[in-house]
């Protein structure tokens, strides 16, 4: 393979630690003395069930509180203990494998062209075909499991417009290859004439084939002169519904044809439309089982040894990205131990102050290249390339030896019609019937984060993954605009992670010497977002309604045993500040993200929670909730303006401007009572200082929430009626009779 000299022993990537570790292990041990201390505190002060017998429940439920606050701070140590960052070296690539480099499938999902418009989809398709990759080794697949004949429209006209758009791409080293991204951010001028005479002719055919698709997108129904346009248009029928239809494969370009050229007269990528069969009656298993179809469809086809997974509102920023990761699998050393590759989330249309903390920079450059120093990176469902034997269910051994398919096609021979009909049968409902898939094969069936415990199994069989976060975006995608989207998104996450610890798969008895213990712990930093609600909300309620009563909960200033509760609580959130500072978050994003842990513990981690009880006692079934990302236009201008999205009377909200609320009467109250009634207090003023500083950042917090309870007049506010309604239940709260503090 070209290989000689000594660029052939080279490393393909290497692998660096974080410094300073030393220096944070003696801070984080320092914490660890502290949280010891504190809950010493709380068993030696414990008051007695004669004299304070509400007191002692409280009490003893701060304990309890601590003491989970505690196990998980040991928890997320795991991901700050090792961190490790990974340098791919993709010059020593070319040098070393040429023309010699296997084929990759692309794979994108899509599941409702309400919610995930065609025009989002086509974007991400046309990036993805674009790579900086030889083409006749590229395919890209797009599974539909809206089974939309308006989906493969947007596909049929991106299939056209791609032979104009990658090489206008290639020719002038456009990035990104997304042609709405792209178009939105540059445009013609200080360029020299050929350029902008190319540019103009592109964007209008881009602008032609949008306002096409949109105006099909708007009637519901493709016009009677496109449909003879396509064969593929004959397999819907006034019959075919979204839950109800036969499988659809159609090839739209043909990598093997050599008539298959762009303008430039270069090979065209292969793109492959697929909708698996959907019966009424068949559970369908959301992504992952639309996942597990792609890989057998692809199989028949192309069969690439490496395959990238794409969400189809996440599009490829780096067109070099294929390069970088190839370098982790094809390392002569360390590459057949790698099973995929996992590049962070990122988003296009985040603010600096991140309103909603979608992404966080401290999560990617921080927590997941920390869990991945024990060897345990995460796969978080976009963004990653897998190797294909390892993600249908082959266990690592050390006699594995990598050999990467040098055809071109599986089925070569075959002709289009041929492959199509042969792949319709992989992609129907009966296939896995009796078979391993969802279960050893593909991606695991049964929870709603499939890529989580995905990730897991594959690692349990004794691959390595790797996370890499370059300083060039690998994909970028739609971040939630409301917060009721974000809510959403992190209460399905929170309820599949929670699933996965209550199973068979909890990586303390599932990974139980097969995986490292800092990898066990580092998952579960995740999976256990859930159980975390319940302290939260405990610290919520339960100090500042004591502090509105008088009644003081923590040690008093003059305590030595108030050290430990200040010392605690100043560290580690002024680490928190700092760390996030360092990563590149704003002093806002981070003062976002505390608001956004603190609304979501009581709300999307607090109903995952609840939805993992009712499932475990047979009361429910998992679901999988779509994100929209369709934005009302007045939704977008307030998000771009940074203020929050509520807007609707959801439980969520309710409980949102409840708590906010029964904090500033507390508060509000509280202070009252130290200004007017201060020698009557039990324990005197002292005591209640870390009740008014608790209490005093609880109500900073929400600050936007009060605006949008008695401020704003947009439809962004929070409505009337949970405005009412909340005032009426933080007030019975704060009115409830508190005997044991006269």
């Known amino acids: 393979m070209g290989r000689g000299g000594d660029e052939a022993v080279q490393p393909l990537f290497v692998t660096k630690q974080l410094k300073g570790r030393v220096a944070y292990r003696c801070f984080a041990s320092t914490i660890f003395v502290g949280i010891c201390l504190i809950l010493v505190y709380r068993l ?39 961190v490790v960052y990974r340098l791919p070296f993709k010059n020593r690539l070319l040098q070393r494998y040429g023309d010699k480099l296997p084929a990759v499938d692309v794979f994108v999902c899509t599941a409702d062209p309400t919610l995930e418009p ?92 949008k306002n096409r698709i949109e105006s099909a997108a708007e009637m519901g129904s493709i016009p009677k002169e496109v449909r003879h346009q396509h064969k593929g248009f004959s397999e819907w029928d006034s019959k075919i519904t979204k839950k109800d239809h036969q499988s659809i494969v159609q090839i739209l370009i043909d990598g093997r044809d050599t008539k298959s050229l762009d303008s430039d007269g270069n090979r065209l990528p292969t793109l492959v439309y697929m909708a698996r069969e959907k019966k009424p009656q068949v559970h369908h298993n ?43 699998f094809l390392d002569e050393e360390k590459g057949k131990r790698v099973c995929y590759v996992q590049y962070p989330q990122y988003y296009n249309n985040l603010h600096q102050s991140n309103i909603y903390s979608c ?64 792949s319709k049968v992989l992609a129907s409902c009966s296939y896995e019937k009796g078979t391993l898939w969802g279960k050893e094969m593909g991606l695991m069936y049964g929870c709603s984060v499939e890529d989580i415990i995905t990730g897991l199994t594959i690692q349990c069989k004794g691959w390595e993954p790797v996370h890499y976060n370059p300083n060039k975006r690998g994909f970028l ?34 990974g139980h010497g097969k995986i490292k213990l800092g990898a066990q712990m580092g998952y579960c930093v995740y999976l256990l977002w859930a159980p975390n609600s319940l302290p939260m909300l405990y610290y919520t309620i339960i100090p500042p309604l004591f502090f509105l009563h008088g009644v ?17 609580f100043t560290a580690k959130y002024t680490y928190n500040m700092l760390e996030a500072l360092w990563c590149g978050d704003s002093f806002k994003a981070w003062w976002n993200l505390e608001r956004s842990w603190l609304i979501r513990s009581s709300t999307s981690f607090l109903f995952a929670f609840i939805d993992n009880l009712s499932k475990l006692l047979g009361l429910s079934e998992t679901t999988f909730n779509i994100t929209d990302k369709v934005v009302d236009e007045g939704v977008l201008n307030r998000y771009q303006q940074e203020i929050m999205e509520f807007g609707n009377a959801s439980l969520m909200v309710y409980i ?50 009060y605006h949008a309870l008695f401020i704003r007049s947009d439809k962004g506010r929070i409505p009337s009626s949970v405005m009412f309604t909340s005032i009426v239940l933080a007030s019975l709260a704060c009115l409830l009779p508190f005997h044991y503090c006269s």
Not at 296 to 318: A, K, Q, T
Not at 478 to 495: F, G, M, N, S
């Open 44 to 82: 030696k002060h414990i008051p007695s069930s004669e004299e304070h017998a509400h007191g002692r429940w409280a009490w003893i439920g701060l304990f309890m509180a601590e003491l989970w606050f505690g196990f998980y701070w040991i928890i997320t140590q795991s991901a700050r203990w090792n």
């Open 118 to 209: 065609p025009t989002l989809v086509v974007n991400t398709v046309l990036s993805a075909m674009a790579y900086n990759y030889p083409t006749e080794r590229l395919s890209v697949y797009l599974s539909d499991d809206g089974g939309s004949e308006l989906t493969f429209y947007a596909v049929l006209e991106a299939s056209r417009f791609a032979k104009r758009w990658i090489p206008f791409c290639k020719k002038f080293k456009v990035e990104p290859r997304s042609p709405q991204a792209y178009f939105l951010n540059h445009n013609d001028s200080d360029q020299d004439i050929t350029f902008a005479h190319e540019w103009l002719a592109i964007k209008k055919l881009y602008e032609d084939m």
């Open 286 to 328: 959301f992504k992952a089982g639309s996942m597990n179809a792609l890989i057998r469809v692809s199989s028949e086809m192309s069969n690439g040894d490496i395959i990238l997974n794409l969400d189809c509102d996440m599009y490829p920023n780096d067109p070099d990205a294929v390069m970088d990761a190839l370098c982790f």
């Open 359 to 422: 992404s966080s920079m401290v999560v990617t450059k921080i927590e997941l290249a920390g869990v991945d120093g024990f060897g345990g990176a995460l796969y978080c469902g976009t963004g990653c390339f897998h190797r294909r034997e390892s993600l249908c269910g082959r266990k690592y051994s050390e006699d594995f030896k990598a050999e990467w398919n040098s055809k071109t096609w599986e089925n070569a021979e075959n002709t289009v019609q041929e492959l199509e009909e042969a």
């Open 477 to 510: 995608g739609v971040a939630a605009t409301t917060l009721d989207q974000a809510l959403i998104q992190y209460k399905r996450w929170a309820e599949g992670m929670f699933q996965i610890f209550i199973s068979k798969y909890c990586p303390f008895f599932y």
């Open 552 to 568: 003081a909960l923590f040690p008093e200033v003059s305590s030595p045993w108030f050290l430990p509760f200040a010392y605690v």
């Open 656 to 705: 949102i401007s409840t708590l906010a609320l029964l904090n500033l009467f507390s508060f509000l109250g509280g202070m009252m009572r130290v200004i007017i009634f201060s020698k009557e207090f039990r324990n005197g003023f002292s005591g209640l200082i870390p009740h008014i500083i608790l209490c005093g950042l609880t109500v900073m917090l929400n600050l936007p929430v």
